[in-house]
Nanobody, 122 residues
């Protein structure tokens, strides 16, 4: 099993920034770390993903492109999500997620963290 622990959520004003962290640990090999979010009354959506290889690939949700940046410290098994120019629509619970190595890294995650709340005020 893999444990995913998020940190860094909180309250920000519109136009501000927050940085989320996701630390992974466990015996199962994973091929990516990423973030999904869910706002009240809405479906969960992809925010960003990054592969865990030496030259990582990244994908972003359309609503966060050019504002959010995902990075990874493979030595620490930790991914970071730098969120800039935050908007009230970015409010929601942000979940760290991962796929087992061998599975499609762009597909539905196999493992989830507990989530961290991000609230952006206007």
């Amino acid at each position: 099993q893999v444990h995913l622990v998020e940190s860094g959520g909180g309250l920000a004003q519109a136009g501000g920034s927050l940085r989320l962290s996701c630390a992974s640990s466990g015996r199962v090999a994973i091929n990516n770390l990423g973030w999904y979010r869910q706002a009240p009354g809405k479906q969960r959506e992809l925010v960003a993903k990054i592969t865990t290889i030496s030259t990582p690939s990244r994908i972003y949700g359309d609503s966060v492109k050019d504002r959010f940046t995902i990075s990874i410290n493979s030595a620490k098994n930790t991914a970071y999500l730098q969120m800039n120019n935050l908007k009230p629509d970015d409010t929601g619970v942000y979940y760290c997620a991962a796929n087992r190595r061998g599975n499609n890294w762009t597909g539905e995650p196999d493992m989830w963290g507990q989530g961290t709340q991000v609230t952006v005020s206007s």
